[in-house]
């Protein structure tokens, strides 16, 4: 039995969002995680160049690709891949750390990431424990294409680029505990919202029991 008055009332959990680009995952994050509190976003490295209004160690750490070889070289990733042509990364002192403390742990990142992350729940308890994976679809595949548009943050090689992934990522909708459906984004948000409050709850309950 854990005594000390220091403990949290629950570890952390590692939430992880995937989805198409353009179908949300910022947008509904970034509504919810004010109300929700107790939530701290997991900042990736990436090689692409940061868009206008982006903040280097708030949206990404933009690094070059020497650096980045170097990070992956070391070990310091729990998880890389290349998406859209351009590396990204979680660093491995973004996580455990944080989840011990019973702070929660955010995670935007792509459909490759989420498997590497899901295979290394088979080699760890407490990381599987810690793990829920959360999928953000987009209504229709025309919808994607007009909100990426819309935007107005690609070029069209880009915009190109990421729609024809988009179609082969969604098909692993399935591999993730919980896949939600950005329609209208109040809904969405709630949905987003519901699920996090509840997946708190049930852990309390757990630890409690
Ligand atoms: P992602 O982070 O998945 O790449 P974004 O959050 O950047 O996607 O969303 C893509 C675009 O779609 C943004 O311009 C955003 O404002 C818009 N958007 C997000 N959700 C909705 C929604 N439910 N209805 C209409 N537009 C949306
Ligand atoms: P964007 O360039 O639009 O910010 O992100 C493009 C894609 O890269 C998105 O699908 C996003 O989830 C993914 N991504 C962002 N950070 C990471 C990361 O650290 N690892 C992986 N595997 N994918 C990431």
């Known amino acids: 039995m854990n005594t000390s008055s220091d403990a949290p009332a629950r570890t952390g959990m ?11 995952k910022s947008t509904i994050y970034k509504a919810a995680i004010g109300d929700l509190g107790g939530i701290e976003f997991s900042v990736s490295c990436t090689t692409r160049q940061p868009r206008p209004g982006e903040v280097d160690g708030r949206d990404y750490y933009f690094i070059s690709r020497e650096k980045f070889d170097a990070l992956v070289a070391e070990h310091a990733f729990a998880e890389h891949a290349e998406v859209h042509g351009n590396c990204y990364g979680t660093l491995k002192s973004e996580l455990l750390d944080r989840v011990r403390r019973g702070t929660d742990v955010l995670l935007d990142i792509d459909v490759q990431g ?3 992350l899901r295979a290394l729940c088979c080699d760890s308890a407490e990381f599987c424990e810690a793990c829920e994976f959360i999928f ?7 919808e994607l294409e007009r909100r990426l548009r819309a935007r107005d943050t690609e070029t069209e090689e880009s ?4 729609l024809s992934n988009a179609k082969g990522e969604m098909e692993h909708a399935k591999e993730y505990d919980h896949v939600i459906v950005n329609d209208d984004l109040d809904r969405a948000v709630k949905e987003f ?3 996090i409050l509840g997946l708190r709850q049930e852990r309390k309950n757990g630890s409690a029991g």
């Not at 915009?159 to 990421?162: K, P, Q, S, T, V």
């Open 159 to 162: 915009i190109l680029r990421r």
């Open 136 to 142: 953000i679809m987009p209504p229709s595949f025309e």
């Open 114 to 116: 989420a498997a590497q």
């Open 193 to 195: 919202t519901d699920l």
């Open 14 to 24: 590692i939430l992880i969002l995937s989805g198409p680009s353009g179908s949300g």
